[in-house]
């Protein structure tokens, strides 16, 4: 039992776990219980020696330390309350008394804990304790209040009612019956951070007087106070402007043509769309004018810059930027080979390929390459694209490439399917391409163009010129 795991107490939680408690005030056998003097009213049935009894009755709790566990997870769960320290949900070591819960507020009575429940409790404590709520309790009113508003009347109703027939009990049943129904809030609407047990286990903090564990979170939450913030006039701007633009290229928002294939059953949305397509369509290259991010995400648009690139003789960046993607993204096994190939490919002093960022920037990278790990180019990789993205990707807008593949691409005829021939598609449906021989493909003709696309060797190329001559 010391060895359990929060999780593990599920399997005794339930009818086991409420027979023991029936066992445990069984009149002869259980836990003794006497009457106790606490502020001025004798309460009734008060237990004190739990763990004795428990050691005594179950061979499983036959230490200490075991009895004790078991008896903070009663407590925890609210079959057992503490009558001191009421929001202690633990079982003390020294002589507190606690009292046995009333089968109606035992957890596994699935009543649900409402919160208009809790609301009309907080009110009739309110009412009796003059305004004088506790803290937490003070602050789970105000929540509550704000949001039943539109029922608050009731709820003090029903609060004032309950509060004078319990004016008409006994002072002993009174108090009692209001240790009860506290206990019963306590598990399960527990003050600021403390949890329920009943929502994560007995393990979770349901002692308030210890600390919190600060961890990770902590350190997650301190990072996000400390980000910088935008206005929220400049963030909705933002959005507005971002939804403006892709409004048209969402196919919930606009229709796609020629026609949604879910919808139409005719498939001509995909074949125009296929990520290597020879023409594209027109929203297609459209889109690749949002960004320079949704140009290279767009493995066409990708091919076009390449084109563009080629022209000007620069293509040396977005090799550099498609190789760190594949360091990124590919096998663990061929990380140390490829970081290598980039290093004489890109960094190295004299390289056939070699990239100009800025010194720091390519300090770090050679360094970091001596133990290449995936996002060890990430700097440099920021590096280049935000150079693309200034220069290079404006001037490929402007160029004749862009405006050419503008001019050459598809608009399709919207489909205007009558329901006989919509019928119709639906018995033909195709069973498409399997997405491996997609992907086969495309394989394929990555490998053409990365040959077609290899790096001229200057030197080859002089020596034929000189050849030439
Ligand atoms: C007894 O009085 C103390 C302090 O005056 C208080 O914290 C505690 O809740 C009271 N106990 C009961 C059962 O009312
Ligand atoms: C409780 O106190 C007793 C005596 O002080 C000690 O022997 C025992 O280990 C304690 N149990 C726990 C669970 O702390
Ligand atoms: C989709 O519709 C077009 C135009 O009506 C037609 O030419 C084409 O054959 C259809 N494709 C399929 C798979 O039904």
């Known amino acids: 039992i010391e060895n359990h795991s929060g999780s593990d107490w599920g399997i005794l939680f339930g009818s086991q776990l409420e027979g023991i408690v029936v066992e445990m005030q069984d009149p002869q056998v259980g836990v003794k219980g006497s009457d106790q003097k606490l502020n001025v009213t004798t309460i009734p049935h008060v237990i004190a020696d739990i763990k004795v009894w428990m050691t005594g009755n179950f061979l499983l709790l036959n230490s200490d330390k075991s009895a004790h566990v078991f008896g903070t997870m009663l407590v925890a769960y609210g079959y057992i309350y503490p009558l001191q320290n009421h929001k202690k949900l633990v079982m003390s070591n020294d002589t507190s008394l ?60 029903q609060a004032t009612e309950q509060y004078k027939a319990g004016k008409e009990r006994k002072k002993a049943d009174r108090v009692v019956f209001d240790c009860q129904e506290r206990a019963y809030w306590i598990v399960n609407r527990p003050p600021r951070q403390t949890h ?26 301190q990072q996000a106070i400390m980000r910088s913030k935008v206005k929220s006039s400049v963030s909705l701007g933002a959005l507005v402007k971002y939804i403006t633009t892709y409004k048209n290229h969402d196919a919930f928002l606009a229709p796609c043509l020629p026609s949604n294939p879910w919808q139409t059953d005719n498939d001509s949305y995909w074949t125009l769309n296929m990520r290597r397509v ?34 000007e003789f620069s293509g040396e960046n977005l090799a550099f930027w498609e190789a760190a993607e594949e360091l990124k993204w590919g096998t663990a096994s061929s990380m140390s080979t490829k970081a290598e190939t980039i290093f004489k490919t890109f960094l190295a002093p004299g390289a056939p390929r070699w990239i100009n960022i800025d010194g720091r920037t390519m300090g770090l990278t050679v360094k970091g390459l ?18 693309m993205k200034k220069d290079t990707f404006f001037r490929y807008l402007k160029s004749p490439v862009y405006k050419d593949i503008q001019k050459k691409a598809r608009n399709p005829e919207p489909h205007n399917f009558s329901p006989n021939q919509l019928e119709q598609n639906s018995l033909n449906r195709g069973v498409g391409i399997h997405p491996i021989i997609l992907w086969q493909q495309e394989e394929e003709e990555k490998a053409k163009a990365a040959a077609a696309s290899a790096p001229v060797d200057v030197k080859a190329m002089m020596s034929k010129i000189d050849r030439k001559k």
């Open 98 to 157: 606690y009292r046995f819960q009333t089968p109606y507020f035992w957890p596994a009575q699935k009543w649900v804990p409402e919160d208009s429940d809790y609301a009309i409790y907080l009110a009739k404590r309110n009412i009796r304790k003059k305004g004088m709520l506790e803290p937490y309790e003070q602050v789970h009113y105000n929540h509550l209040h704000e949001w039943l508003n539109h029922k608050w009347d009731f709820i003090v109703m």
């Open 196 to 221: 329920s047990a009943l929502d994560c286990g007995p393990e979770r903090l349901i002692d308030p007087n210890k600390d919190e564990v600060t961890g990770q979170y902590n350190i997650f939450y």
């Open 278 to 311: 020879d023409v594209p369509t027109k929203m297609r290259v459209e889109r690749w004018s949002f960004s320079l991010f949704e140009l290279l995400s767009d493995l066409r648009g990708r091919d076009d810059f390449k084109i563009f690139l080629k022209k």
């Open 370 to 387: 001596e133990h290449p790990h995936r996002y060890v180019l990430e700097a440099a990789q920021t590096h280049v694209f935000l150079l």
